[in-house]
């Protein structure tokens, strides 16, 4: 049965050594997150994780949902009363305005507590997750009225929501879907239509589930431009605010898959239920496009979550079981044999993963905070370069880290031997869990071309050139600095393949865009290291600023130990990414349809 | 539900054209085998695996097996009557002598037809393919009596066969086993311990079970040097052939797992079993590892063979699924969006499993071959120096081709988007088998660990340089021929990489063999990568000579783009694995072990 610990005091060193939370104080809502306030959440959080979740997961994956034949979904054992404790925390809200229940703190720190959530139950955490990501939608788009009636209730997480976005026959492709909404007199639709992949559609978790549907007005433009997002409740709520009659949505079946098994993959009919539109006619899109970055923030968390949990237990793993011997000769000759922690290959794993977590760990910590200042600061400058890294950003992040996330989690389990591949001891479920969130929220594939073929680009590359900047300015101002010379130098190539790649694309991909195409991924993992090594930078120059004022301690110093097997190890594979992004589209797209 | 077609005239290009079988007819058997028999065989193979094993798929994952009270087990649906049509056509012995039953046609045939197989059905693959280990075993060292009293049973499949290694405290570490064996009167032992991880331990698909375990005799040393193998029936076997009483052997339990359901995993229990000797006292671990390189390549097809159907469910999906628009403008103006085959990031992906498919077929046939001569050339030199082959490619084609195997199903899963992760289309199902090729057999980790730590410094490196050598002077012949330069120019790098690499290891590992340890994995991989680009050099060579003959046709000229790119895609990779080799073991070895 494997074991999570919370990662409370890397997310403090996080938040107050490497990016100083105390100077964002100036922000609405930040003053009140002072270190000790974090402390406490994050240790809040912590115990909850570890106590409550932790011990459920293996549950849940074995247990897996029931559709009983009346439509309703019933979770596994445990789980209505991990629920109810996840209600009685208020953790749902505690980045939520205050008006409608919240606590206001920054959404960094959600972040923070939900990389505890899923590390502990991914399945679970994701009940509460797209509830968050529903609040979300309704806090920038909805009415006043409609933000009265929902609002509060999903708040406090008596009522969950969901996202419906895909249709069986569209999913990337939503300018194709069709479900359907017809204007009622009194100002409501009828929604009607199927969806598909629908997480935690149907639950007993809650006492009423709030969908935002994607739906076509009747008479809309076909494609993109013709989709309105509505509020479709399962049970319609009265002006009073109490329950009323069951509207007309129901899960038709779900989905027997890979993972996340106890959460419930919906297929959900909607036959006339009524919804109400949230935001504009016909702009649908675009209001689901600017929850989109947060969403996908979140799904990554969900990769370095299970990295994470998945590297604690090879790690007990690896000191505990006994086998073979050391190749320089026995390390613990009084036992029967080594712990195979001692053979290079299983450290080459560990380091592996444990320098991607900490870096992920950071960057979404930092990514997290652009997103507070992006809608919190008051100087519009500092608005819109945070929200130009969050744009920038975002795609990188949730590929890259759901991608290395994901490989983790198999590594991990490698660890284990033929132990790894048996159920009980829970690894491949890590693998399985993981796998899901290279796919949804925009596959990977998706995200690449986000970034290569959208923001790049955008407003003439003024979002890359911050970055590279602000990356460049740091290795320079570094560069004379002993101490720092080890990370910075590595970064300081890799920075360089990740300028020249950006060149190659504008001068190979405007006449030939499939150039971009088929170079897309590469360039979003060598994004992705480029930014992990900056955050590798940025963790060193914290660790020896902290070992000089506490002493050098074994902490600090693994911090350091390992940002160097990063820059050793890692970072050159920007190098082979370059290499395939030169090489072109030629020969991938030299092949006829009909030769596959 | 997933489809599959066996790579029939790819397989018989690569025997014919590509490696000349015809070129062998001295060797005995090989005259047999002529390019009709071959065909014939083939076609059949995949007549079996597609229409009988490929339905069986799902239904075996779906079902598993299922372990009654009585320790009896049975498999799931159709799986009975499937392996008596195996048994009928003949197919465990295709390459043993004559004289026990078998065609005594080349192992490279039976490598091409378990290929089929394993795509068709790997969990059911594994019955057969088990049984043919066991054969090798008692072939190489049983006793003339136990021969004639087990082989002709096992090699029409009436029979099985296990292998029974692995004790819960003991897998890679065979030294630590404890399972006994104490002589009795007879000369037979009594056979007494637990194995676990046993696949095909206990079924219903044949009358008797064949068991070969590795014990300790009462009083033999501590360590590997006192391990014997003993072959345990479970029932006995009277001498006029007809089964006995049961043996004291059964199965404990099966093993809830992450994939390959419909192959029983059991927990074996000898209480007392009534066992005997194969080949001598305490050169039982001798014995196993004269048939690994047989076995390790077993598992090396596994990894393509479910890379292989994976491609090609991917393939089919990606011209079906409509979704989007090409880069450059509609492709498939007609229709309500475009295949996304058109996207360059999915053509990427079907181009690197295939890429890899194709070079790795090749790579398996050839070292087949290579064992088919080091145990049946008549010239000595000719024998050892293909066995040295053999050695040394074992551990590379193993580890390579089971982890790039998992990482193309894993690739080709992400084609289907959200559909891959649900059961029904079967894409999860084939990351899930193909997952446990990684850790069986010696995980991946233990293969670097051989290829680096055995296999290269082994008779002065003989193996090592007899490799480069060929691979480079296949490289300086061709380097003058203008249409094959585009294929052994960068193969001269990835050699280059691969030479320094092993320098780099004598220069640094003799003082220090932790610095081999640390780049045990990459170097399999930079192994791997040249091995691979050495077949695509050889398929070139030989499409070019096809086209020259029989016209230039489309399949020809496809396998010369997919050759271009590997060389431009995927044999770069070799100069960021030398990076990290030669980074060493410092930053990978220097924290403490309580730090992780």
Chains 1, 2 share one sequence.
């Not at 403090?12 to 009140?32: E, I, K, S, T």
């Not at 744009?391 to 389990?413: C, E, H, I, R, Y």
């Not at 060598?526 to 020896?544: D, H, S």
Request: net charge negative; charged share 20%; glycine share 10%.
């Amino acid at each position: 049965m494997p074991t999570y610990k919370a990662p409370v005091d890397d997310t403090l060193f996080l938040l107050n050594d490497v990016f100083h939370l105390d100077r964002y104080g100036n922000l609405p809502g930040f003053g009140d997150a002072s270190p000790d306030v974090v402390e406490a959440v994050l240790r809040e959080a912590a115990k909850f994780s570890e106590e409550v979740l932790t011990p459920l997961n293996r549950v849940g994956d074995k247990e897996g949902c029931t559709r009983h034949p009346d439509g309703s979904v019933a979770t596994p054992t445990g789980f209505k009363d991990a629920f109810k404790q996840m209600v009685e925390g208020g953790w749902i809200g505690i980045s939520v305005p205050a008006e409608f229940g919240g606590q206001d703190l920054p959404a960094t720190l959600t972040v923070a507590v939900n990389e505890m959530l899923c590390s502990a139950n991914m399945a679970f955490a994701m009940y509460p997750g797209l509830t968050q990501g529903a609040i979300a939608a309704l806090l920038a788009h909805a009415s006043p009225e409609l933000k009265k009636k929902y609002l509060p209730k999903m708040v406090t997480g008596e009522w969950t929501g969901t996202m419906n976005l895909t249709e069986p026959h569209c999913g990337t492709d939503l300018g194709l879907l069709r479900t359907k909404a017809v204007k009622q007199a009194d100002g409501s639709y009828q929604i009607t239509g199927t969806k598909i992949f629908i997480s935690a559609g149907e639950h007993d978790l809650a006492s009423n589930i709030v969908h935002l549907v994607l739906a076509r007005i009747e008479g809309a433009p076909a494609g993109t431009k013709g989709i309105s997002l509505f509020v479709v409740p399962k049970l319609t709520v009265k002006d009073d605010g109490s329950l009323g009659a069951p509207n007309g949505v129901s899960c038709g079946s779900i989905e027997e898959k890979m993972g996340i098994h106890a959460n419930s993959t919906c297929v959900m009919n909607y036959d006339g239920a009524a919804g109400w539109l949230v935001g504009q006619e016909n702009r649908g899109l675009p209001a689901m496009f600017t929850m989109m970055n947060e969403a996908r923030l979140g799904v990554a968390v969900q990769g370095l979550a299970l990295s994470e949990v998945a590297y604690q237990n090879a790690a007990i793993y690896a000191k505990e079981r006994l086998q073979g011997r050391a190749l320089s000769g026995a390390k613990y000759p009084d036992k029967a044999a080594d712990p195979i922690i001692v053979h290079p290959d299983v450290r080459r794993t560990l380091m592996t993963i444990r320098a991607f977590n900490e870096a992920a760990r950071a960057l979404v910590l930092w990514t997290a905070l652009k997103g507070d200042i992006a809608r919190r600061s008051e100087d519009g400058k500092e608005r819109q370069s945070a929200d130009d890294y969050m744009g920038l950003l975002t795609p990188v992040v949730k590929g890259v880290l759901t991608d290395s996330g994901f490989a983790n989690t198999v590594m991990a389990q490698q660890v284990f031997g033929g132990h790894g591949y048996i159920a009980e001891h829970g690894m491949e479920q890590f693998v399985r869990d993981a796998r899901i969130a290279m796919i949804y929220e925009g596959a990977n594939g998706i995200q690449a071309l986000d970034l290569v073929g959208r923001k790049l680009g955008k407003d003439g590359g003024r979002a890359l050139m911050a970055f590279i900047n602000e990356v460049g300015g740091f290795i320079k101002e570094k560069s004379a600095d002993d101490g720092m010379k080890p990370y910075v130098t590595p970064l300081g190539v890799a920075l360089g393949h990740l300028q020249q790649a950006s060149m190659w694309f504008m001068q190979n991909a405007m006449a030939k865009p499939d150039n971009a195409g088929a170079g897309a991924t590469d360039y979003m993992h060598m994004f992705g290291l480029v930014a992990l090594g900056y955050m590798w930078c940025r963790i060193a120059e914290a660790a020896i600023a902290h070992a000089k004022t506490n002493g050098a301690g074994h902490r600090m110093s693994a911090k350091l130990t390992t940002a160097r097997f990063f820059m050793e190890r890692m970072l050159p594979e920007t190098a082979a990414h370059f290499a395939r992004i030169q090489s072109g589209a030629g020969s991938t797209m030299e092949l006829p349809d009909e030769a596959f």
